[in-house]
């Protein structure tokens, strides 16, 4: 199975901030990766796609990029709203992966 | 909008099955892939498995053993089965639609205690 490693595990920021989270997978899967979000105790939240393509309603504070095995999700302006656990997933074959997580606290 | 809803047993001894269904509303089972996620409390997203348009199956590596993702088009719903149950099975489960899950049922919390 293709291992997805995120970092940092957490990420302390402040309102206003740019942050930064990687994604990197141990072998190519194209641009065949999404970013989630998931606040405490709640369902996650898919916010791009093909490593890049935002979904609808997904503040354009969210950006998404990279191809083969590194990934970035930034998020500009960090919002109150933002604090929350950050997974990526390949989907570039079976069995699926997510990474284990990105932090994002104050 | 899609709504998914799932229920099921929330606690179970060691060595039995477990069983969840995920009923889906205001969208047809078929045409669309079927994915299920768990996550153990305090932990991170883990795949368990999917069923495609087809009625194939993919699963992770880990549990392919033991898991089971059927769909029954006469009902409008999903399950997932995973045989054998231990206490690293405890997990909140999801289901989910799509390849790229984008719409989620709200979790069931699943338990293994003896």
């Known amino acids: 199975a293709i291992r997805m490693t995120q970092s940092p595990s957490s990420l302390p920021a402040s309102l206003g901030d740019r942050v930064t989270i990687t994604c990197r997978a141990n072998q190519a899967i194209d641009t065949s990766l999404a970013w989630y979000q998931q606040k405490q105790g709640k369902t996650p939240k898919l916010l791009m796609h093909?490593?890049?393509t935002l979904e609808l309603g997904v503040p354009s504070r969210f950006s998404g990029s990279g191809s083969g095995t590194d990934f970035t999700l930034t998020i500009t302006s960090l919002q109150s709203d933002d604090f929350a656990t950050y997974y990526c997933?390949?989907?570039?074959?079976?069995?699926?992966?997510f990474g284990q997580g990105t932090k994002v606290e104050i | 909008q899609v709504q998914l809803q799932q229920w099921g047993p929330g606690l179970l001894k060691p060595s039995e099955t477990l069983s969840l269904t995920c009923g889906v509303y205001d969208s047809s089972v078929t045409g669309y892939y079927w994915t299920w996620v768990r996550q153990p409390p305090g932990k991170g997203l883990e795949w368990v498995g999917e069923?495609?348009?087809?009625?194939?199956?993919h699963y992770n590596t880990s549990l392919q053993s033991r898991v089971r993702i059927s769909i029954d088009t006469s009902k409008n719903q999903l399950s997932l089965t995973l045989a054998s149950v231990t206490a690293a099975d405890t997990a909140v489960y999801y289901c989910?639609?799509?390849?790229?899950?984008?719409?989620w049922g709200q979790g069931v919390l699943v338990t293994v205690s003896s």
């Open positions: 997933l390949q989907y570039f074959t079976y069995p699926r992966t």
């Open positions: 093909a490593a890049s």
């Open positions: 989910a639609r799509d390849e790229v899950p984008e719409y």
């Open positions: 069923i495609d348009h087809s009625g194939s199956t």
